[in-house]
C-alpha cells in the first residue's frame, strides 16, 4: 500500500488560514471515514488533532477543523499562530493487509 | 488520562533480535487494539502492527511480515513487540499507539538502532 500524498511544505502569516491535503485512493480516503490528522513538533509523539475526518477531539481548538471530498482529505487551519508550526501527517484505514497508511508529512511554517 | 510507556530499544546489530514492551495507564488497556508504529530518522510515520484486544488477531505491514511478531498481556495491560532478524532499515523511533478509529493516545517512543 503506497502512503497518502501529502505536500512537503505549507505556510501562512498569523491570522491567516491554510488547508493541508491528503490524497489517497477509493480503496482508503474515499472508502472508509477513518481518515486523522495529527501534529508533530521535533523530537515529540505525534498528537491526534482531528479524527474520522472531522471530529476534534477534546482540548484541541476549534481553529483546526477536517474534511473530506473523495479520495483527498483536508485539513484546515484558521487564525494561524506561531504554536501551530510543525508538521503533519495524515493516516487512512485500508481494510487490505497493510491496515494502515500514513501521509509522507507535511511541514507547516508560520511566517 | 491515559498514558502509554515504551521500553526495550537500543543498539543491535544486523540479524539481531529486540523485544519491545509498551505498559500502560489510566485506561483499560484490554479493551483496546493496540498499535506500533514507527518513525525512521528524519522520515515519516509508518503503520507497523495491531493487535485485536483479545490477541486472537494480528495484521502486520508487509516489510516486518515474518520477522515481527506482536502480543499482548491484558493482566498486565502490556503490548510487546518482538522483532527478529532486524535489518538496518527498521532502524527507527517505535511508537505504541491505543486504536479507536484513530491513533490516540500515543506513548513517547523508544529507539531501536540497527548499526553494524
Known amino acids: 500500500q503506497s502512503a497518502l500524498t501529502q505536500p512537503p511544505s505549507a505556510s501562512g502569516s498569523p491570522g491567516q488560514s491554510v488547508t493541508i491535503s491528503c490524497t489517497g485512493t477509493?480503496?482508503?480516503?474515499?472508502?472508509?471515514?477513518?481518515v486523522s490528522w495529527y501534529q508533530q513538533r521535533p523530537g515529540k509523539a505525534p498528537k491526534t488533532m482531528i479524527s474520522?475526518?472531522?471530529q476534534r477531539p477534546s482540548g484541541v481548538p476549534d481553529r483546526f477543523s477536517g474534511s473530506k471530498s473523495g479520495n483527498t482529505a483536508f485539513l484546515t487551519v484558521s487564525g494561524l499562530q506561531a504554536e501551530d508550526e510543525a508538521d503533519y501527517y495524515c493516516?487512512?484505514?485500508?481494510?487490505?493487509?497493510?491496515?494502515?497508511?500514513f501521509g509522507g508529512g507535511t511541514k507547516l511554517t508560520v511566517l | 488520562e491515559a498514558q502509554l510507556v515504551e521500553s526495550g530499544g537500543g543498539l543491535v546489530q544486523p540479524g539481531g533480535s529486540l523485544r519491545l514492551s509498551c505498559g500502560d495507564s489510566g485506561f483499560t488497556f484490554s479493551r483496546y487494539w493496540m498499535d506500533w508504529v514507527r518513525q525512521a530518522p528524519g522520515r515519516g510515520l509508518e503503520w507497523v502492527a495491531n493487535i485485536h484486544p483479545d490477541g486472537d488477531q494480528k495484521h502486520y505491514v508487509d516489510s516486518v511480515r515474518g520477522r515481527f511478531t506482536i502480543s499482548r498481556d491484558n493482566a498486565r495491560s502490556t503490548l510487546y513487540l518482538q522483532m527478529n532478524n532486524l535489518r538496518v532499515e527498521d532502524t527507527a523511533v517505535y511508537y505504541c499507539?491505543?486504536?479507536?478509529?484513530?491513533?490516540?493516545?500515543w506513548g513517547q517512543g523508544t529507539l531501536v538502532t540497527v548499526s553494524s
Open positions: 477509493s480503496s482508503d480516503v474515499g472508502h472508509y471515514n477513518y
Open positions: 499507539a491505543t486504536e479507536d478509529g484513530t491513533f490516540d493516545p
Open positions: 493516516s487512512s484505514y485500508t481494510g487490505s493487509n497493510n491496515l494502515w497508511v
Open positions: 474520522q475526518v472531522s
